[in-house]
């Protein structure tokens, strides 16, 4: 069996820094018709919100980002030509892409129908129909650099059926059924190569019966385990997201009829652990929900009263490492998959303005990838393969200096492992 060990060395003029936050703060309104269940992702350091619909499932087809570095919402785009607009469809990002699909229209009923964003040219494309049959109120999330669809229902019983996508091949892949009951409204996120689906109700749009046991699904294996269930109440409606090695539970529909504004945090130890957190200002369900940077945004949705929402808020946890210059530039970096075969992408978001270069070399010294960043804040990505180069330990470094500084001494150093099979 071929092994290499990718160690990330993350050399620069940062410091780790430790944010004790657990906070909900109120952001500017979201700038569209008040909505419920837009479909959101995010790329870099921009959400995105698409479609979603009124009350009476009349959709809207607008799409609008959100920029953390300006705080400054914009609307970029429609829906294209042969895009519906739609309610309860689902959303996730795969490296720079973003994708939405499947959902519910009035004239056509459930859908699976998948389209591609690409923020870089503007442009949708279609892509391969999703693999199971039509549906709304799914589950999505994105381990690596694959996409992965499942639950929700199509007018009868909740379905429980789980899809692989691969951007690559643009094919979808059946993966193993989740091992309990159907379920309508469930949330779902990712935390490493591992997914987590949980809450939601067997019959559609049924909060009487909303469930809150929880599963982990992984990628490695294809099966799923039964978890310490969800902590707070039944419910369906709510919005999920994953920081570093947690994730998130929040609002939603419980299930006496309330609209809840409880936050919850998942930790993957042992059999799970839930700690309730901050509660959000505001309760609500059938919001939109995107995170990145440490940082988790909820938008849109209902109330209790029926009316739609434009509130949007901004949720920071407690003790989520950052990284942090002498001038609060904050920098990430990911690679992914993990495990992988030698095929890798190297994915680095930052939020200030500073000169990066990026460096691969094998354990001799020897430089197998060099790229240098000037003058550069946004999103980075870029797909480095070391097949040929042959078995071994290769570090993958990045360098940072402050452009408000000269060059100093460099502070201290992140290492990741990637297992490559």
């Known amino acids: 069996m071929k092994k290499i060990i990718l160690i990330l060395n993350l050399l620069s003029v940062v410091a780790i820094q430790s944010f004790a936050q657990d906070k909900w703060t109120s952001m500017p309104a979201f700038p569209g018709v008040a909505r419920i269940e837009p479909l959101c992702f995010s790329i870099g350091n921009k959400g995105y919100v698409c479609t979603g619909s009124d009350q009476t499932f009349n959709g809207y087809n607008d799409v609008w980002q959100w920029d953390s570095s300006t705080?400054?919402?914009?609307?970029?785009?429609?829906?294209?030509?042969?895009?519906?607009?739609?309610?309860?469809?689902?959303?996730?990002?795969?490296?720079?892409?973003?994708?939405?699909?499947?959902?519910?229209?009035?004239?056509?009923g459930p859908l699976k129908d998948i389209w591609q964003y690409d923020p870089l040219t503007n442009v949708w494309t279609q892509e391969a129909d999703f693999g199971g049959i039509a549906r709304y109120d799914a589950v999505a999330f994105t381990i690596g650099n694959k996409g992965y669809v499942g639950m929700g229902g199509a007018t009868g019983a909740g379905l429980n059926d789980f899809w692989?996508?691969?951007?690559?091949?643009n094919r979808w892949?059946?993966?193993?059924?989740?091992?309990?009951?159907?379920?309508?409204?469930?949330?779902?996120?990712?935390?490493?190569?591992?997914?987590?689906?949980?809450?939601?109700s067997p019959s559609?749009?049924?909060?009487?019966?909303?469930?809150?046991?929880?599963?982990?699904?992984?990628?490695?294996?294809?099966?799923?385990?039964?978890?310490?269930?969800?902590?707070?109440?039944?419910?369906?409606?709510?919005?999920?997201?994953?920081?570093?090695?947690?994730?998130?539970?929040?609002?939603?529909?419980?299930?006496?009829?309330?609209?809840?504004?409880?936050?919850?945090?998942?930790?993957?130890?042992?059999?799970?652990?839930?700690?309730?957190?901050?509660?959000?200002?505001?309760?609500?369900?059938?919001?939109?929900?995107?995170?990145?940077?440490?940082?988790?945004?909820v938008v849109d949705g209902s109330n209790n009263a029926g009316s739609s929402l434009t509130t949007f808020e901004q949720y920071k946890p407690s003790s989520v490492t950052g990284i942090v210059s002498q001038t609060q530039q904050s920098v990430s970096v990911n690679i992914y998959p993990n495990p992988n075969n030698g095929l890798f992408t190297l994915s680095i978001n930052a939020t200030a303005n500073a000169n990066y270069a990026v460096e691969v070399r094998n354990m001799l010294g020897q430089m197998i990838y060099s790229e240098k960043l000037d003058g550069f804040s946004d999103a980075y990505t870029k797909q480095l393969d070391m097949k040929e180069h042959g078995s071994g330990i290769y570090l993958v470094s990045l360098k940072t200096q402050d452009n408000e500084t000269s060059a100093r001494a460099l502070s201290r150093t992140l290492v990741k492992k990637v297992i490559v099979y």
């Not at 385990?225 to 939603?252: C, M």
């Open 164 to 169: 692989e996508y691969d951007p690559v091949s």
């Open 71 to 108: 705080n400054a919402w914009s609307k970029i785009d429609t829906l294209p030509q042969g895009c519906l607009a739609r309610a309860g469809g689902v959303g996730f990002s795969i490296g720079t892409k973003g994708y939405i699909g499947t959902g519910w229209t009035n004239n056509n």
């Open 173 to 200: 892949a059946a993966m193993a059924d989740l091992p309990a009951s159907g379920r309508y409204a469930a949330v779902g996120f990712s935390i490493g190569n591992k997914g987590y689906i949980g809450t939601g």
């Open 204 to 297: 559609d749009a049924n909060y009487s019966t909303a469930l809150k046991d929880f599963y982990e699904w992984d990628q490695t294996t294809n099966t799923w385990l039964p978890k310490a269930d969800f902590a707070g109440s039944q419910r369906i409606w709510a919005v999920a997201f994953s920081i570093a090695n947690k994730g998130y539970i929040a609002t939603g529909l419980d299930n006496t009829g309330t609209s809840t504004k409880d936050c919850w945090e998942y930790d993957t130890t042992g059999n799970g652990k839930w700690t309730m957190k901050a509660n959000a200002s505001l309760s609500r369900f059938l919001a939109g929900a995107f995170a990145f940077n440490s940082t988790a945004y």
